[in-house]
Structure formats: C-alpha cells, structure tokens
C-alpha cells in the first residue's frame, strides 16, 4: 500500500524560511503529479503548489516568490521550500498524490509566529 508522509513543519518567526517534506512508499511506487495543500481550522483547504514534471510547477498567487516545490524522484520525495514566511502562512500542510487513487499524506503543522 502506497503511503504519503509529510514532515519538516514546525514553528518559524515571521520572515524565517521552511523546508517540507513529503515522502512516497509502499510496494510499487509510481510518481504522478503531486501537490501541496493547506488547510486553517474552520476553513477550507487551500491548494498551494503542483509539482508536475521539472518542467511543469505552479503555485498559488498568495505565495507566489516565496514558495518553491521540487521533487527528487530517486528518493520519492516532493519538497516544498517555503521562505519569507508571514503569520497567514500558518497551517496544516498536506501532500496528494494524484491518482487513481488519490493520496493524501496525514500533515504537518507550520505556525509563524513571534
């Protein structure tokens, strides 16, 4: 069974900078698209990042220039590099695998705070 585990979330001050990690294993791994989400309790969640191909990444406006998501596909690993953090960039943050079937790792924390 394919799994997703996120780690590397934490707390930062305002302007400092975090790296998430977002590993796939399992029997008969397969690297498809991969996506970063984060989710504020009470609201929905909020798409952040696609990791396509290395050719094809997008991210969302609101963290457009300070966000950054790469993949190392030997290591089945999709990272999302998060600088210049603001209080608003507080959340849970989860990594999907697309599918079939559709994964979700279980998230990590990140809270920006002074």
């Known amino acids: 069974q394919v799994q997703l585990v996120e780690s590397g979330g934490g707390l930062v001050q305002p302007g400092g900078s975090l790296r998430l990690s977002c590993v796939v294993s399992?029997?008969?791994?397969?690297?498809?698209?991969m996506a970063w989400y984060r989710q504020v309790p009470g609201r929905q969640r909020e798409w952040v990042a696609t990791?396509?191909?290395?050719?094809?990444?997008h991210v969302a406006n609101s963290v457009e220039g300070r966000f950054q998501v790469s993949r190392d596909s030997a290591k089945k690993t999709m990272y999302l590099r998060m600088n210049d953090l603001r209080p608003e960039d507080t959340a849970v943050y989860y990594c999907?695998?697309?599918?079939?079937?559709?994964?979700w790792g279980q998230g990590t924390q990140v809270t920006v705070s002074s």
């Open positions: 999907r695998q697309f599918g079939p079937p559709d994964l």
């Open positions: 399992g029997r008969d791994v397969r690297l498809t698209p």
């Open positions: 990791y396509t191909d290395s050719t094809i990444k």
